[in-house]
């Protein structure tokens, strides 16, 4: 037989916490979108081409997404993602088509954002639109 003394009373000191600790986050609720991993590049490869400085959208809207700051400062009109309200972020409005076609984003003739990508920039949103 295994002797269990000091080897049985380590596991329990040592080992279960850790193995708690790693379970918990993991069931507490849905896990948090980061902008610099999930969204950013979502939108570098569909929007940035047009909105920087001297591009086309950018010029037309002087909406830039450069940078984070430069996103939630919007268009010269107004913001265009409102933290915590992804239905009435008129980022979204744009990419789900919902405003006038004729500006329906990406503009033109380019292909329309993955629904997954547009569902991820909407839980973005609704989780603050943080800078995380
Ligand atoms: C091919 C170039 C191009 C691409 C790519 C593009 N845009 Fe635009 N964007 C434009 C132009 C041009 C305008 C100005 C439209 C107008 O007012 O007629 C504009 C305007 C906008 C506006 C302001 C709308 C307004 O009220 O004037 C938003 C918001 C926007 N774009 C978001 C996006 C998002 C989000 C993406 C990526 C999913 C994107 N754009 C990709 C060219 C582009």
Known sequence: MIKTGTAGKWFIATIA???????????????????AQD??????QNCLSCHQEGAEGYVASGFSMVTYD???KGTKFGAMVIGGDSEGSNLVVLMEGRADPSISMPHGSMKKVASKDIKTIRLWIDQGARNN
């Open 39 to 44: 969204v950013k590049p979502i939108l570098d």
């Open 17 to 35: 916490p850790i193995a708690l600790l790693s379970v918990l986050p993991g069931c507490a609720r849905e896990e948090a979108v980061s902008f």
């Open 70 to 72: 430069d996103l939630m």
